[in-house]
């Protein structure tokens, strides 16, 4: 009984994992990606769990702990920058970008697109020719 269990864990494990693969792969979004890896993570701590069970070792529990410790660091760290990330836009922007969107969106329409004087200008112009 234990054989047959212990098989179909690992069956779903891998099945799992390849899913995630997939996903890694095919994306579309950084985002997406990124609960993918997480979802790998979380596979490969089962997957060792598994292995654990079946040799009846308890020397893999901080082994388990470290992966679950990284997957969580990880999650969190992506979190943090995908609430950044625009609904349109289809990947996480950087501070940087963040910031050059903000400085782009705080300057007035007439001098992003004429200067501060640029209708002004081309009126004297025109009107010296």
């Known amino acids: 009984m ?3 269990a212990v098989i ?7 099945v799992a994992a390849l899913l995630a693969l997939v996903r890694v792969e095919r994306g579309p979004s950084m ?10 993570t979380i596979t490969l701590v089962g997957a060792i769990a598994v292995e654990a069970v ?18 969580f660091v990880g999650s969190v760290t992506m979190a943090r920058f ?7 836009e289809g990947r996480v922007r950087t501070p940087e970008e963040v910031a050059a969107q903000a400085r782009a969106t705080d300057v007035p329409r007439g001098e992003q697109r004429d200067g ?11 009107a010296e020719r």
């Open 8 to 14: 179909a864990a690992a069956a779903l494990v891998a």
């Open 116 to 126: 501060p004087r640029g209708a002004e200008a081309e009126d004297e112009g025109g």
């Open 82 to 88: 995908a609430a950044k990330e625009p609904e349109d």
């Open 31 to 40: 985002l997406d990606r990124a609960v993918a890896l997480d979802t790998l």
């Open 54 to 71: 079946w040799s009846r070792r308890t020397e893999t529990i901080p082994i388990l702990v470290a992966l679950s410790m990284v997957g």
């Open 2 to 4: 234990m054989l047959v």
